[in-house]
């Protein structure tokens, strides 16, 4: 599905991730880039830079947040070397494109949106206007992403059923402007939704969410984790009594990080009574430090010592610029009719 396609992913600064976003959103981006590269394609990951200004003024936070993006995805396992990896804000072509790009974007675009229209809601809801505290960043964001998209010849973008309108977009521009010169000035675009992601659940049942107050944290220490894991709602059925394993939380978030053995000698004992909650708890405690074990210490080591990464960021912008500078090129001689 992925030969010698050009497969492009951004990413927004999250905050702090937990064990949702890792095994529901950075575990499988990397796998699907690492797919990409082995069918002979090619795999951009960025950071969305530009994008974060939109929502974060403070420089302090918004650099740390952004640090943290970055050391995540290389301690998850993104290969720099094989992956490009770069920043946003790096590819100076990409605002000249997005300018470009506005010239053929249609406004009711935006106001469709819906990450504005979302806004707009929450306004109307708060009894506010309905552009209040809603900047142009936001408004147009659809138009930056599909810069983002479009600057890479990108085949495919993978994104979260949230993300699929902004790629429809961004393909209806791209569109238009071959339209337009007659000619295929720039690739379209397809959206690729990953069906086996999976939505783990967080220690009260709920989607694991940070407003929720419900996370299993994954780059804190491991009494943090052990707090949360023993935290996770049980009843107060005896051990002897067999249960069904899919009706109990522990055995749902196990689902999403066990091996198929681990997680057919948890069901076992738990349906013939052999297990309790006490042990349940410690086995998912023992697989999720398994799991976060090396991307944690990967990532204290990078955030600690972030010049490197900054050395990586860099190197990835300066693969991706040469080819950013070719369509900005492409588009404006079409446009000026150079
Ligand atoms: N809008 C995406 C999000 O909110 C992030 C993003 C920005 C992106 N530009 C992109 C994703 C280009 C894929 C391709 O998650």
């Given at each position: 599905m992925f030969d010698n396609k050009i497969v492009l992913a951004g990413v927004k600064p999250t905050g702090k991730p937990h064990l949702g976003n890792y095994l529901g959103a950075i575990k499988p981006a990397i796998a699907l880039g690492h797919r990409a590269l082995a069918q002979g394609g090619s795999h951009y990951m960025f950071i969305a830079d530009y994008h974060a200004i939109n929502a974060e003024k403070n420089p302090a936070v918004l650099n740390e947040m952004l640090k943290e993006i970055a050391c995540i995805y290389l301690a998850a396992g993104l290969d720099p070397k094989e992956s490009v990896f770069y920043?946003?804000?790096?590819?100076?072509?990409i605002p000249e494109i997005t300018t470009i790009l506005y010239a053929y974007t249609p406004k009711g675009f935006m106001n469709k949106a819906h990450a504005y229209k979302a806004a707009v809601d929450k306004n109307r809801e708060a009894g506010?206007?309905?552009?209040?505290?809603?900047n142009m960043g936001l408004y147009t964001y659809p138009t930056l992403m599909a810069a983002d998209i479009l600057t890479f010849n990108t085949d495919i973008v993978p994104v979260g059923k949230d993300q699929v309108q902004h790629v429809e977009i961004a393909r209806d521009i791209a569109g238009a402007i071959n339209a337009h010169y007659n000619r295929d000035l720039l690739r379209l675009p397809e959206y690729y939704i990953d069906e086996n992601v999976a939505v783990v659940p967080g220690v009260d049942g709920r989607k694991m969410s940070k407003s929720y107050g419900n996370v299993i944290p994954l780059f804190e220490d491991d009494a943090a984790i052990k707090k949360a894991v023993f935290s996770i709602k049980t009843d107060?059925?005896?051990?002897?009594e067999p249960k069904d394993?899919?009706?109990i939380l522990v055995y749902q978030i196990y689902k999403a990080i066990a091996s198929p053995a681990e997680l057919q000698e948890m069901g076992d004992g738990l349906r013939q009574g052999k297990l309790g909650y006490g042990h349940i708890k410690n086995m998912l405690l023992d697989a999720v430090i398994a799991e976060v074990k090396d991307a944690r210490e990967k990532y204290n080591y990078y955030m600690a010592h972030f010049a490197e990464v900054e050395g990586m960021l860099e190197d990835g912008a300066a693969k991706a610029r040469p080819i950013a500078k070719e369509t900005l090129k492409r588009l404006k001689d079409a446009v000026f009719g150079r």
């Amino acid at each position: 599905m992925f030969d010698n396609k050009i497969v492009l992913a951004g990413v927004k600064p999250t905050g702090k991730p937990h064990l949702g976003n890792y095994l529901g959103a950075i575990k499988p981006a990397i796998a699907l880039g690492h797919r990409a590269l082995a069918q002979g394609g090619s795999h951009y990951m960025f950071i969305a830079d530009y994008h974060a200004i939109n929502a974060e003024k403070n420089p302090a936070v918004l650099n740390e947040m952004l640090k943290e993006i970055a050391c995540i995805y290389l301690a998850a396992g993104l290969d720099p070397k094989e992956s490009v990896f770069y920043r946003q804000s790096d590819i100076h072509e990409i605002p000249e494109i997005t300018t470009i790009l506005y010239a053929y974007t249609p406004k009711g675009f935006m106001n469709k949106a819906h990450a504005y229209k979302a806004a707009v809601d929450k306004n109307r809801e708060a009894g506010k206007p309905d552009d209040d505290g809603i900047n142009m960043g936001l408004y147009t964001y659809p138009t930056l992403m599909a810069a983002d998209i479009l600057t890479f010849n990108t085949d495919i973008v993978p994104v979260g059923k949230d993300q699929v309108q902004h790629v429809e977009i961004a393909r209806d521009i791209a569109g238009a402007i071959n339209a337009h010169y007659n000619r295929d000035l720039l690739r379209l675009p397809e959206y690729y939704i990953d069906e086996n992601v999976a939505v783990v659940p967080g220690v009260d049942g709920r989607k694991m969410s940070k407003s929720y107050g419900n996370v299993i944290p994954l780059f804190e220490d491991d009494a943090a984790i052990k707090k949360a894991v023993f935290s996770i709602k049980t009843d107060s059925r005896p051990l002897e009594e067999p249960k069904d394993p899919e009706e109990i939380l522990v055995y749902q978030i196990y689902k999403a990080i066990a091996s198929p053995a681990e997680l057919q000698e948890m069901g076992d004992g738990l349906r013939q009574g052999k297990l309790g909650y006490g042990h349940i708890k410690n086995m998912l405690l023992d697989a999720v430090i398994a799991e976060v074990k090396d991307a944690r210490e990967k990532y204290n080591y990078y955030m600690a010592h972030f010049a490197e990464v900054e050395g990586m960021l860099e190197d990835g912008a300066a693969k991706a610029r040469p080819i950013a500078k070719e369509t900005l090129k492409r588009l404006k001689d079409a446009v000026f009719g150079r």
